[in-house]
């Protein structure tokens, strides 16, 4: 505990659990947008850096309670149709997973905010993209994409939601899909960072914290799922993605 308020003052921590508890709600609820929500609350008030780390352990809980709400037999079948995207995605995120130093604040938000931005408005003006015969090349694409952006800022949730809007899928199986392929990122994005130094002793405290709250809303978003329809499923989505990207871009911007 010592180690924890060393990092944060007790404000900063209530606030750091009210983000998480909003997160896992939002995440419950369709399926992804903890690390931007993470990201783009906890850099308000931390270095983006120790933003980063907080998010490594609660994403890798709640990713597993989602892959596996239909039984492990569900999350592996998912695993064996997504396997190209999962193998590309897991190479990239682990090769630039090593640039999250280098690289300048400002430019890690721009480079989140920007495609979710674009993709959320145009999906809720009407312009569907849609996938009728998918390949391997556009699912390695797309893996690759969400790989390298996932290993610099621990977001690789818009283009996976792209591909799998894309491609139709129901919205019990894309809770499951999602689960199963960030789950395996979270996986990869703990060991990267354990390597990179962002994941280590001072930092571990402040992201087994983040756990509870994290689950606790994982919960809450779990019960709202359950009660909504494929249409507001989608636009929930959609509205939440809009949301965050424009947050990351203003504050981007505004650096």
């Not at 009210?18 to 308000?44: D, E, N, Q, R």
């Not at 919205?171 to 199963?180: A, D, L, S, W």
């Not at 979270?186 to 390597?195: N, P, S």
């Amino acid at each position: 505990m010592s180690a924890l308020f060393s990092l944060l003052s007790p404000v900063e921590l209530a606030a750091a659990a009210g983000i998480a508890l909003l997160a896992g709600t939002i995440k419950g609820m369709v399926g992804f947008a903890m690390p931007m929500i993470f990201v783009s609350g906890l850099s308000m008030f931390l270095p983006p850096e120790l933003a980063l780390a907080g998010l490594i352990l609660p994403t890798l809980v709640t990713n597993g309670m989602q892959a596996l709400r239909q039984g492990a037999g569900a999350a592996l079948a998912s695993v064996r149709r997504f396997r190209v995207f999962l193998l590309i995605g897991l190479v990239c995120l682990m090769s630039s997973a090593q640039l999250v130093r280098l690289l300048p604040q400002q430019a890690m938000l721009l480079i989140i905010g920007f495609p979710v931005t674009v993709f959320a408005a145009m999906q809720l003006m009407g312009r569907v993209l849609t996938i009728a015969n998918p390949s391997r090349r556009s699912e390695a694409v797309v893996g690759g994409i969400a790989g390298l952006i996932g290993g610099v800022s621990g977001v690789w949730g818009p283009p996976t939601v792209a591909y799998l809007t894309a491609l139709g899928t129901e919205k019990t199986e894309q809770i499951r899909v999602q689960g199963v392929i960030y789950g395996l990122g979270a996986v990869a994005l703990l060991g990267a960072h354990l390597g990179s130094g962002v994941m280590r002793a001072e930092t571990a405290p402040f992201s087994v914290a983040m756990i509870v709250p994290a689950v606790v809303g994982m919960w809450l978003g779990g019960r709202l799922h359950d009660r909504i329809d494929q249409a507001m499923f989608r636009r929930a989505t959609l509205i939440v993605l809009l949301i965050a990207g424009v947050n990351l871009l203003r504050r981007g911007l505004m650096m």
